[in-house]
């Protein structure tokens, strides 16, 4: 491998190209638009094809949008390929969930988060043509008629995902794409028909007719950018779309050999995964590693000059932008500002738990620096041995605004993932799917966001005798008052009998959610990128791939340890107030109790500032919570396991939950992030934050954990700072934490966004594990980002 | 001997953990009370006097009154014209700490607190890992850390015990044998030098400072390891003359010992405002460019001493 020392000063001094920029400022301000043009075609093929098999049906819908769909192309361009004419479009997924758009079309351009543009035509043609013939019968339609019809009082509690989407959440296995292409796949598929089961062959078939159809898609790109070289004048603009037109004629057929191959070839693939899987966290996990000999060959043999390089991967990095997925309004809330999650992850170990770190991590962190737009979302690896200049050149990155890279340590999650019976090879391999969910390369449906557990709201029954405070409804078990408790255990024992009870009823839906998905939504494009699902002859959502995991997020450990640390302290052990007084202040939200209120918030220690046995309530309840659900099996037959994450669900999820008895009001957001302490409590600085953080067992969350700081960006404008923070992220690695991220940014700045939205379009922020515009973000969000605690002032 | 006069007890105002300010590496600060000096813009007021004293805080107040009922002293009273003023009649109050503990709000609060060696070493060492990570350590400030002498001689020893990094933050108004105390246990000393002008200096800080330069000629011959600090106090230190006294004053001394310039910081202010005590300083005055800065700086580059900008030492001749 070459010394990738040499050429580092040679990258920082590249300038900003030209090319990029227009492109980018493309993106910035083109306003999107809802789209139904997939939509339509695949309802025309259902309708052809009703007596098929729904897998041969989906393959057929995939292959003629792939060969029908407009397409079209910027002359900028050097990688090209979208699932719309225009970028950042809506797309409907009829075949997983129409009811809602039917109910939404119309505020889709209003809403509060995550707003499309619709056209009149559009509203019409969905109205009359596409919403008869789907009403009823789509995934969450399904999963409807078969789920309990209390779900909408459940989900208070428990928030289950994926019901009117394709899961994503998946690193699929791009080596294999790159090194065989669909032809290459199709050959394989095709020698698997001749003499397969018969209980097979529709999932072969259904896999070549997929692969037929994407080959076809490169082919129209081909000619697309031939026929608009033939009208160029301009001789250089020629010139480039020949090169892309000779490429993407190359791919119908071959494997890329170059560069620039390598990554058109990869953003094909995730663009084709995209139409057939309408989700978000398709993610591409650890480019620098498998493109690397792709790179390092062109580099070494003059074919390739470093700005060229960079260019390239610019380019790409712009086409991750391109996509965004369209969620329903209360999905949007919990995962706002369009969470695309292409994950890229860079540094690392290789197999033999050595350093992985190679140019063109250094490439991708140059280009994140000049293309600064919320996808791809950029995660730096780190482990004991990282080099410091790649450390260094990461907290750069990160010193300059928008959250990325965020931080992985391999030093926990390597543990963590082997500790689930992931092979050691694999679990060194290890991607992020997303925002902060971990994976295995290639090779792992992870289901990663089956559900989100909030147990703020299961406490919050738990002194209420099973009753909602917000609505009076009984949502859980009568298991008694706060006043019926009479110790500390005895309340903590019925707060383990009402997690036991959300937990099952959790899994039976997740269960159901799941099988579902197999049944309505086989995904044969997808599966033929997933290893075994080929060798097995078995479609990934039917459990064809090597492991299986299902992940539900516990939420949120700061609040139920101040919680609960609050009631142990206030109620049993310094008992200053009455337990039945203290309840009814939380059924009042306070009103008339602010003296208790304070008394709570000010007098009893809070998580996140080092003080043991605070912290260790949130690791008690953690590894409780992890323990009852590592008892089940998915329908998968592989492992349920826990993350510690919420994207942005602590907003939505706050607002399920009445007051809580560490002072917090009624509807106030929860702690962001998943390890974060509650917003401006952590007052004894950052290191004391890790300490507690370290004291929530890690190797439980392998899912994926998160962890939000903020720093102020005058912290990262002197030299020696920078040396202190990379002392302060190696400290965070022996302290075995999964996951940290910055926001860097200043508070003046944030509140000048809210008040002039349009001067700030291109204001990145760390929401969780994802990066979003923050004027793209709702108000309640934007607040809660405010008052996130800051460090580095001093 | 009770345990402050034998050192194994003594009044902080504060613990800090990661500051990045006071010295090299991650560090945790510790602020001792007391200090014989009494600068006009002193940043840590809270630190100038050796007792405790209590505070009210009226922005954190709730106005709920419970501290009035509750002080055995009668020490506390409403204000008449706002109900989240309340006055302390220091006559009175006799620092049980009640309204301490009682306030919900932590609205009453002690500006110190007594504490034992061993919970100051329990403290910081949480941090142990930070240190040995970025090469950091423990600084103590103030106040001034001789003033409670025996007391800051024990925290550093103990943290040497311990294999942790020792800097002590000093004024050097001390005696000799103070110095003499200190030279095992400390790692480095920085030394803030406030104004060369002998007369000015007891205007400005109410002390004479013939025994601070004598006193740093002697450490200099001492110890290896000192850092000379000025705070840049617009109308008071940072003129061109006094930056030039100073740095000669340094530079002819040993000329290897650098000298850093620290910026005003008008949060500061925000102490005094918070006390309801003036400021020396109005809220319009804003801290130094970096030109000006700069412009200060080859003012002590001029008279032959060292300088230190973002903590990496430039000297004119690489020292052996």
Known sequence: MLDYNLYLDRLDSIEPFGRIDKLRKHILHEPRYLSIEQAKIITKTYRQNEEKPRIIQRALALKNALEQIEISLDPQELIVGNRSTKIRAGIVSPEAGIEWINKEIESLPTRAQDRFNVDNKDIIEFRSELYPYWHNKGLRDKIGQVLDENMDDFELAVKINQKDHSQGHICPDTEKWLSHGPSGLRKIVQGKIKDCDISKRDFYLSVDLVLEGAIRFMGRYADLAKRMADSESDESAQSSLLEVSRICKKLESSPPESYHEALQSLWFLFVILHMESNANSISPGRMDQYLYTYFEKDFLEGRLTLDRALELTEALWIKFNHIVYMRNTKSAKYFAGFTTGFNVAIGGVDDDSNDATNLLSFIFLRAQDQVRLSQPNLSARIHNKTPEKFLNACIKVIGNGGGMPQIFNDESIIPALTNKGIDIKDARNYSIVGCVELSTHGNSLGWSDAAMFNMVKVLELTLNNGYCLLTGKKLGLQTGFLYDYKTYEDLENAFKTQINYFIDKMIKACITVDRMHAAYLPSPFLSSVMENCLDKGRDVTAGGAFYNFSGVQCIQVANVADSLAAIKTSVYDEKFVMPVTLLEALRKNFKGHEILRNRLLNKIPKYGNDVEWVDRIGQKWVAYFSKEVGKYRNARGGLFQIGLYTVSAHVPMGLNVGATPDGRLAKQPLADGGLSAVYGRDQTGPTALLNSVSRIDSILASNGSLLNLKFLPEFFQKESNIVKFSSFLRTFIKLHIHHVQFNVVRREDLLAAKKNPEAYRDLLVRVAGYTAYFTELADDLQDEIIRRTEYGAD | ?320
């Open chain 2, 1 to 320: 001997m009770g345990p402050i006069e034998t050192g194994e007890s003594g009044i902080i105002f504060d613990i800090r953990r990661f500051t990045i300010h006071d010295g090299p590496g991650l560090r945790s600060t510790v602020f001792l009370k007391g200090c014989p000096l009494d600068c006009k813009w002193c940043h840590n007021p809270e630190g100038k006097k050796s007792s405790i004293d209590l505070w009210h805080f009226k922005n954190k107040c709730i106005a709920c009154h419970i501290c009035v009922g509750k002080c055995p002293q009668k020490a506390l009273s409403v204000s008449a014209d706002k109900a989240n003023h309340i006055n302390i009649d220091k006559s009175l109050c006799n620092k049980c700490g009640i309204c301490v503990s009682e306030c919900p709000a932590n609205a009453l609060a002690f500006d110190g607190r007594l504490v034992t060696v061993q919970e100051i070493i329990q403290e910081v060492k949480k941090d142990t890992a930070f240190y040995e990570e970025s090469h950091g350590g423990v600084t103590l400030s103030g106040g001034e850390p001789f003033y409670q002498k025996n007391f800051s001689r024990k925290i550093l020893e103990s943290c040497k015990t311990e294999g942790i990094n020792t800097i002590i933050e000093t004024c050097l108004y001390t005696t000799r044998e103070t110095i003499d105390e200190f030279v095992e246990c400390v790692d480095e000393f920085i030394i803030d030098i406030k104004i060369f002008a002998r007369e000015e200096h007891i205007v400005h800080t109410r002390a004479d400072n013939e025994i601070i330069k004598a006193n740093f000629k002697y450490l200099a011959k001492k110890v290896n390891s000192i850092l000379v600090r000025i705070p840049l106090i617009p109308e008071f230190t940072a003129t061109p003359e006094n930056i030039q006294q100073i740095a000669q004053f340094v530079a002819t001394t040993r000329s290897d010992i650098p000298i850093e310039l620290i910026n005003y910081n008008p949060l500061g202010r925000n102490k005094y405002v918070l006390r309801n005590k003036e400021f020396c300083l109005s809220d319009s005055v804003k801290p130094f460019t970096d030109d000006q800065i700069n412009d200060f700086y080859a003012i002590i580059a001029r008279a032959g001493a060292a300088i230190v900008k973002d903590d990496v030492i430039i000297r004119k001749t690489k020292k052996k």
